[in-house]
Every structure is written in structure tokens, then in C-alpha cells.
């Protein structure tokens, strides 16, 4: 309320500056967005805004019953917002609005042009596609007409798959687009065959800044919700996702899709599901590099972000998609080699997060609730430039680890600066690459066990520790032993005193 307020009152002081007259009610302001204004175009636009105001007062003195509002003709002085329902889309949701959302689409392509963002790339020129809060029916996906244009927004509305949307598609789908479907189906093939190639030829993206925002998209349990491929800078902001039996969105190839302020879902709950067993696809399958998904919550998926590209980048993610104990996975990283990731400031609530064999992967100053946990899953033995520091981690005291290892297919046996190290727990047993304990004993052996702190299984890389003899001996004493994870100190005699030993799996640094 304070913000409309505000909003009102820089309205009315621009108006005021520029010397302009105009009686508006606070209805008018809420209606100013949807006609689109702008106010940073200078007088001509203030010009057209004062007047668009006036005939809004003018239609509603004189006709009484509510007159369909008629968007300004598409491309008039440079406008570049698209109405849907001029184009005859049905905001009520009941008949398929398919074609016309296309046709507006088509239209912004054919609309005035600003040259070219990236080479081959047409620059569109900011146009806005304005879904006017309304809900459209869509029966195949909305495709853009031909690859190679860009800055275009996609807006304001509800789009829902009818009962025969097809179950492999998706509502938005931002992929080349071909004349026949056969043909589509045989591009599709070609892009999920190779990635490398394509990422390897440079510059033949598919689009670049197309925006998402402001959108519900349910995908009425047949298929998915955004599809992206091949292409740069594209932007998801403020959507809430529902109902997709696959992937809620998919990228694939291209870089830079920062997914913001989201909400994605398969079912609509808020936890404690009774169907939550049954959850399935995945709310969001990255199949790319340098992405973002930042400030998003999963509340319903089998999967919550599944991730093979390297250098993405997640933060202030919430998961409760699934939880781990029916099956499900919070953030999957399957890119065994080179994970390249960094998770930070999220919220891994009842999901876990997987990592097979990382190799650079970051996760830090998260939360872990529900006995949630992350599982290092060997493929091929490495785990090598992994940190895992400054978490939290809370339980139910059933002895669940922190951070756990599978190693069904084979041990870790390249391991490498691997630091687990600074994460608190609660009610879970703490596991950790780095160790502090001490040992009291009269005698000329003292033995300090850390196979219950440390994570790899029979892994000292270094040690540090110091005897404190409390009687009058000054013995000799030595390291003898780290295997299995215990540290043993000998002394030529014995004496009474204690050890004090530090440990750590860590590797080279
Ligand atoms: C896609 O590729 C697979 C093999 O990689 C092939 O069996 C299938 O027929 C292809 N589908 C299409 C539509 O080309
Ligand atoms: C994909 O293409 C790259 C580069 O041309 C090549 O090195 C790689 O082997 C290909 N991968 C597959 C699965 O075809
Ligand atoms: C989960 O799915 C199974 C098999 O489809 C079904 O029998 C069961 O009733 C479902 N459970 C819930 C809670 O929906
Ligand atoms: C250590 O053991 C020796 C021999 O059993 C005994 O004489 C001595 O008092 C013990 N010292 C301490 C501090 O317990
Ligand atoms: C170290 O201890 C293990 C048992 O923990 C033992 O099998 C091994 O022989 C010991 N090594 C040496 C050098 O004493």
C-alpha cells in the first residue's frame, strides 16, 4: 500500500514537473501499467500518457456498462506491447488462445527492428508480448517464428495446457523452430546428441535476452513449462510453475538463463504432501554452462535442479521438493569430473544434495533440515577441489551423516583438497576432512581415533600433535600409525600424559 502510495505521488510529481494538468483516482493509477506507460520517454510519451488517461475518464463518463478496452493499434508512435486479446486470445481460460498469442508474437517479430544484439541476432527492440493477467488456454507450444532475434518479453499472465497439449512439449519454448514437426523432432535429436559441437561452433545461438516474467504457467501434467535452448541471456523472473510431468524448465546449451524469484511445483502443497511419494519430474534440468537460479523455492518435484553443464551457480534456493527419505533428490549435480558449481545460501529442506565424483564444487552458508545431507557418489574415484564449510545441519537423532560417501561403484581414490570443515550439527553426526582431538594414558602408547569424524575412510595426509607429560619423564616418542584413521603416538618409556593431535584429509593445501 505504502508503495502504491508512493508510486501515485512520483506520478503526480512528474506530471507536476512537466507542467501537465491531470485529475487522476486512484483507479487510474492502478490501471497505468496495464496500458504500459513509461515515463522515461520524455514529453512525447507523458504526451500520449496524458491523453490515453483522458480518454479512459471520458469512455467511462459516458458509457455506463464497462467498454472493452481497446489497446492502441500495434506499432502506433513506436509501441511495441502487443495486447493478446486484440489479437482475439481468451483471457477467461476457455477457448484455445494458441494462434493469437502466436500471431502477437509474429507481429513483435515483424514489428521495427534496432539492428542486431549479438552478431545474428536481430534486436526486437525491447517488443513485450502482454499477457494482461489473463488465462489463456495454449494446445501446442508457443514457439517464436524463426531463430536469431532477441530483446523480447513474454509477461503478465496465465498460460495453461489444454487436455491435448502434447506430453513432450513446452508452453514457452524458446528451441529453432522448423516448418514440420517431423523435422522439429529430428533438430531436437540432433541438439541432445551433441551439445560439445554445438557449444564448440560459437556463435550460431537461437535467441538472446528474451524475458519471462510475471507468468503462471501450469503445464496440466502434460510435459513442461519453459524450454530453452541454445541460447543467451535469457531471463525467468517472478514465474510460478505448476503441474509439468517432466522438466517445469529446461535448458540446454546456450549460456546465462538466470532463473529469479520463482516458484516451481509439480503438485501445489506446502509440505507434508500425502502424495508426496508419488512427486515426480524435475523442476528444473540445467543441461548447460553459467546459468543462475537465485532466490527460487521447489515445493514439489522428484528432482528439484538437475544439473550436468559446469560453472552454474545456485543461490537462495529453497528445497522441499521431495524428500530424500521417499526418493527424492533437493540438487543433483551429474557431472562426474568437472562439477564446476556453487551452492550457496540455500535451504535444503528434508532434499539432499548429490554430487558425482566433483571436482570443483562449492557449498556454503546453508541450511539442512530434516536429517537432509550430501551424498558424494564415485564414479570414477575422484573427488578433488570440493568445499563444503560453514554449513548448518539439524536432525532428528537417528545417526544420519552429513556429508556420506557412495562408493558402489568403486572407492575414492583420486582425492584432493577436499575440506569439509566448520559445519554445525544438530542432532546428525558430524562428519569433516579435518580433526582436533587428544588422548590421556600412563603408558608409552596413545592412540586417537577419528574414524568416526573424518569422511574418507582411511585417509591421514597430515598430522600435528604434541605430548604433555604430567610426571617426571621426558621420554622419545614418535608417530607411528594413521591407518584406518587412527592416529598412534609412541614413547620409548613409559609415562603418564596426554597427546593432542590434529588431522587432516585435505591433500595439498
Ligand atoms: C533420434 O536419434 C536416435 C538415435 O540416436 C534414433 O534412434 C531416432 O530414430 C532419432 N529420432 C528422430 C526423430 O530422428
Ligand atoms: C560431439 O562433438 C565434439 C566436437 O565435435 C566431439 O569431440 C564429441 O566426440 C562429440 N560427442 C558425441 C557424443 O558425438
Ligand atoms: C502413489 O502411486 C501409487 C501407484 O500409482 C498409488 O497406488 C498410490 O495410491 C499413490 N499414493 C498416493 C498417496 O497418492
Ligand atoms: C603411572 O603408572 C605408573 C606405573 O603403573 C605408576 O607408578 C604412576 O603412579 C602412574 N602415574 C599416574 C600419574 O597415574
Ligand atoms: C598400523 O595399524 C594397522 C591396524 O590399525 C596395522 O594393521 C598395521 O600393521 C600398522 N602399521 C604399522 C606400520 O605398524
Known amino acids: 500500500m505504502a508503495r502504491k502510495a508512493a508510486l501515485f505521488l512520483s506520478i503526480v510529481m512528474a506530471l507536476a514537473c512537466l507542467n501537465i494538468r491531470v485529475q487522476v483516482s486512484a483507479e487510474d493509477t492502478e490501471a497505468i501499467p496495464i496500458h504500459g506507460a513509461r515515463f522515461n520517454g520524455g514529453m512525447r510519451r507523458m504526451q500520449e500518457f496524458k491523453d490515453s488517461l483522458i480518454r479512459r475518464d471520458l469512455a467511462s463518463d459516458i458509457s455506463p456498462s464497462p467498454a472493452p478496452t481497446v489497446p492502441p493499434p500495434q506499432g502506433k508512435s513506436g509501441s511495441k506491447v502487443y495486447y493478446v486479446t486484440s489479437y482475439g486470445a481468451d483471457p477467461s481460460g476457455k477457448s484455445d488462445s494458441t494462434d493469437a498469442i502466436l500471431k502477437a508474437i509474429s507481429d513483435a517479430y515483424n514489428g521495427p527492428r534496432l539492428g542486431n544484439l549479438i552478431e545474428g541476432i536481430t534486436n526486437l527492440g525491447g517488443a513485450q508480448i502482454h499477457l494482461e493477467g489473463g488465462n489463456y488456454l495454449i494446445s501446442k507450444p508457443l514457439q517464436l517464428p524463426a531463430a536469431g532475434a532477441g530483446n523480447l518479453m513474454i509477461h503478465g499472465g496465465t498460460l495453461t495446457a489444454s487436455d491435448n497439449f502434447p506430453t513432450d512439449g513446452y508452453l514457452i519454448d524458446l528451441s529453432a523452430a522448423t516448418s514440420s514437426s517431423s523435422a522439429n523432432k529430428e533438430e531436437k535429436n540432433k541438439t541432445s546428441i551433441n551439445n560439445s559441437q554445438q557449444l564448440a561452433s560459437g556463435s550460431s545461438y537461437n535467441y538472446e535476452y528474451i524475458t519471462l516474467k510475471d507468468l503462471m504457467l501450469d503445464s496440466n501434467f502434460r510435459g513442461g513449462a519453459i524450454q530453452v535452448i541454445n541460447s543467451l541471456r535469457t531471463s525467468i523472473d517472478n514465474c510460478y510453475i505448476v503441474h509439468f510431468s517432466t522438466n517445469g524448465i529446461l535448458v540446454q546449451s546456450g549460456h546465462e538463463t538466470y532463473i529469479r524469484n520463482s516458484f516451481l511445483g509439480q503438485h501445489i502443497t506446502a509440505g507434508g504432501d500425502p502424495g508426496e511419494r508419488n512427486f515426480s519430474g524435475t523442476a528444473i534440468n540445467l543441461m548447460g554452462n553459467d546459468n543462475a537460479v537465485t532466490d527460487v523455492v521447489i515445493f514439489s518435484a522428484a528432482v528439484g535442479i538437475m544439473v550436468s553443464g559446469p560453472a552454474n551457480t545456485f543461490s537462495g534456493v529453497h528445497c522441499y521438493n521431495k524428500a530424500t527419505g521417499f526418493g527424492g533428490t533437493g540438487i543433483y549435480l551429474k557431472l562426474p569430473g568437472l562439477t564446476q558449481t556453487r551452492i550457496v545460501n540455500s ?146 618409556k613409559a609415562s603418564a600424559g596426554s597427546v593432542f593431535v590434529t588431522v587432516n584429509q585435505g591433500g595439498t593445501n
Open 347 to 492: 535451504y535444503m529442506d528434508y532434499t539432499s544434495i548429490v554430487a558425482e565424483d566433483p571436482a570443483q564444487l562449492h557449498i556454503s552458508s546453508s541450511f539442512f533440515l530434516g536429517d537432509a545431507f550430501i551424498l558424494l557418489k564415485s564414479i570414477n574415484g575422484v573427488a578433488n577441489g570440493v568445499n563444503i564449510v560453514d554449513n548448518m545441519f539439524s536432525g532428528s537423532d537417528k545417526g544420519v551423516e552429513i556429508v556420506q560417501l557412495d562408493e558402489s561403484k568403486g572407492p575414492f581414490k583420486q582425492i584432493d583438497q577436499v575440506v569439509v570443515h566448520r559445519n554445525n550439527v544438530r542432532g546428525m553426526n558430524l562428519r569433516a576432512t579435518v580433526g582436533r582431538g587428544s588422548m590421556q594414558s600412563n603408558g608409552s602408547s596413545w592412540t586417537v581415533d577419528f574414524s568416526s569424524l573424518l569422511l574418507f575412510p582411511n585417509l591421514i595426509s597430515h598430522v600435528q600433535y604434541s605430548l604433555i607429560t604430567s610426571d617426571s619423564s621426558f621420554p622419545n616418542h614418535a608417530l607411528r600409525n594413521v591407518s584406518a584413521n587412527r592416529v598412534v603416538i609412541e614413547s620409548d
